[in-house]
T-cell receptor, first 112, second 116 residues
Framework: AQKVTQAQTEISVVEKEDVTLDCVYE???????LFWYKQPPSGELVFLIR??????QNEISGRYSWNFQKSTSSFNFTITASQVVDSAVYFC?????????FGAGTRLTVKP | GAGVSQSPRYKVAKRGQDVALRCDPI?????LFWYQQALGQGPEFLTY????????KSGLPSDRFFAERPEGSVSTLKIQRTQQEDSAVYLC??????????????FGPGTRLTVL
């Protein structure tokens, strides 16, 4: 069975602080994909990033960066210099092709 | 361009009623997915289609849940004899790819179902 754990239920930071959202996953498959989605108050999930299990290179996109480590089964997400607009619930997800499992989400609040 | 749309956005049903939730995917998207999101939880996978074929329905919680996509475009999720535990937001997503859930999915705004 696959499982995604986001241990941080809620995080609150002040604008311009850096924040890291943790994600740990479990799978027996050698081929899988990992995702991060953002769910703002409007409710629609917004895709942020996808990584496959064979590509452990870290990725940076503007203020966002992701650290994928197979050795610890983790796929952590860092926001640098957070902004109020980053306030949302963030979900990590694991795909084994015909099934998708989301974590319970981390609610990030960025205060001005 | 138009994104994924869902209707109705809100639905209140009395326990025991049947409901039908509609999803209009992005035009040309081959794959379509349904999820159930309970309050304060992550989405839970229900089922997915590639064109009109339902390739996986392992996540449907009971035989009261039924999904169809007869022409490979619009999809309907039907819940028969609704129960209070069916109260949740039902999310639909579509993807242009044919690799199941490996591809990026584009989500609709969801239908919030409340069963009284």
């Amino acid at each position: 069975a696959q499982k995604v754990t986001q241990a941080q239920t809620e995080i609150s930071v002040v604008e311009k602080e850096d924040v890291t959202l943790d994600c740990v996953y479990e799978t027996r498959d050698t081929t899988y994909y990992l995702f991060w989605y953002k769910q703002p108050p409007s409710g629609e999930l917004v895709f942020l990033i996808r990584r496959n299990s064979f590509d452990e290179q870290n990725e940076i996109s503007g203020r966002y960066s992701w650290n994928f480590q197979k050795s610890t089964s983790s796929f952590n997400f860092t926001i640098t210099a957070s902004q109020v607009v980053d306030s949302a619930v963030y979900f990590c997800a694991l795909s084994e092709r015909d099934d998708m499992r989301f974590g319970a989400g981390t609610r990030l609040t960025v205060k001005p | 361009g138009a994104g994924v749309s869902q209707s109705p956005r809100y639905k209140v049903a009395k326990r025991g009623q049947d409901v039908a939730l509609r999803c209009d995917p992005i035009s040309g998207h081959v794959s379509l997915f349904w999820y159930q999101q309970a309050l304060g939880q992550g989405p839970e996978f229900l089922t997915y289609f590639q064109n009109e074929a339902q390739l996986d329905k392992s996540g449907l919680p009971s035989d009261r849940f039924f999904a169809e996509r007869p022409e490979g475009s619009v999809s309907t999720l039907k819940i028969q004899r609704t129960q209070q535990e069916d109260s949740a937001v039902y999310l639909c997503a579509s993807s242009p790819g044919t690799s199941g859930t490996y591809n990026e999915q584009f989500f609709g705004p969801g239908t919030r179902l409340t069963v009284l």
